[in-house]
């Protein structure tokens, strides 16, 4: 094993990463990392292949790669003429002629069509309205002409069929009565106050241990339990319930956010390899994270409110 396998491995083992995960975190086969740290450079495809393996496995383990390769640059294969000659001449696509759209050329003449289809159907409306109106106030006045000859013509009664005899008022006194006196006053009635809506419990994510490595947190006084990953760089991420199911277990690209709701669970856990590049939040809450260059492990305890 060289000096620079060696300086490798060390990384990876203080990340507490395996082959397989710096495989997913960089998309490099295993035989080929296995390759770099035992010094078998033979085993690669070639030199220039070999310098940009070093340099993703580097970055991979929180290592500087450029750095790492002007450092051991007398082990490491330098690059003279490692891109292939003589490659097949790159097959270009036929261009398409674009045929011209049948449907194109006819849809004006449709919208013209449909827009003198509009315009006459509202003209004939407006007319259908004026006449209605026209008719109404044609009956109206025939009403008001047919009322007026009635009284012209004496058929409103005569004033002298209107008795003249006056009206005998004691009946009307005798009849009277005063009003009974009020013995109680009447009650107001009492203001019903309306019941006081109960406001829901606040959610509570607290944070009851924590390291450089490793935190807990406990959610309480919440409906549900979801968390959202969102990633700011290139990540290995692996979400995992107490049941054991992995919800995450990939590596995360740039841009990328992931929701999963875990209110079934009682618990679940998050195992980050750069925590620089990955946002964690819980019910919409962010999380505070260390961002230190070793892997993250996070615990949550749920408990669902009542």
């Known amino acids: 094993m060289t000096e620079l396998g060696q300086r490798l491995k060390s990384a990876r083992n203080d990340k507490d990463l395996s082959l397989d995960e710096i495989q997913s975190i960089t998309k490099i086969q295993k035989r080929y990392l296995l390759a770099i740290e035992e010094g078998n450079y033979e085993l690669l495809p070639g030199n220039f292949y070999t310098r940009a393996f070093i340099k993703n496995y580097a970055e991979a383990v929180g290592l500087h790669g450029e750095e790492l390769l002007e450092e051991y640059a007398s082990e490491i294969p330098k690059t003279n003429s490692d891109v292939p000659e003589n490659l097949p001449p790159r097959r270009t696509r036929p261009t398409l002629t674009s045929k011209p759209n049948r449907w194109s050329s006819v849809f004006p003449s449709v919208l013209v069509i449909l827009l003198i289809i509009g315009v006459a159907c509202i003209i004939w409306f407006v007319v259908q309205g ?4 026209t008719s109404k106030d044609g009956a109206s006045n025939q009403t008001e002409e047919q009322v007026s000859s009635d009284e012209n013509s004496g058929n409103a009664p005569a004033s002298d069929e209107v008795s003249d005899e006056p009206k005998d008022d004691s009946s009307k006194e005798e009849n009277k009565e005063e009003p009974a ?3 109680t006053e009447e009650e107001e009635p009492e203001e019903t ?9 606040k959610m509570e994510l607290k944070k009851t241990e924590g390291n450089a490595s490793k935190s807990t947190y406990e959610i309480t006084n919440a409906e549900k339990f979801e968390i959202t990953v969102e990633a700011k760089g ?9 049941s054991n ?11 990328k956010k992931v929701t999963h709701d875990l209110t079934k669970e009682a618990s679940a856990s998050i195992r980050i390899g750069s925590s620089p ?11 505070d994270i260390p961002n230190e260059p070793v892997v993250q492990n996070v615990t949550f305890n749920y408990k669902k409110a009542e």
């Open 245 to 255: 199911k992995k919800y995450i277990y990939e590596s995360l690209t740039k841009g």
């Open 130 to 133: 004026n006449d209605a109106t």
């Open 193 to 201: 106050k309306e019941p006081e809506e109960e406001t829901a419990p």
């Open 277 to 287: 590049n990955i946002t964690v939040l819980v019910n919409g809450e962010k999380i």
């Open 234 to 242: 290139s990540s290995w991420v692996a979400l995992t319930g107490k």
């Open 181 to 183: 006196p009020a013995d």
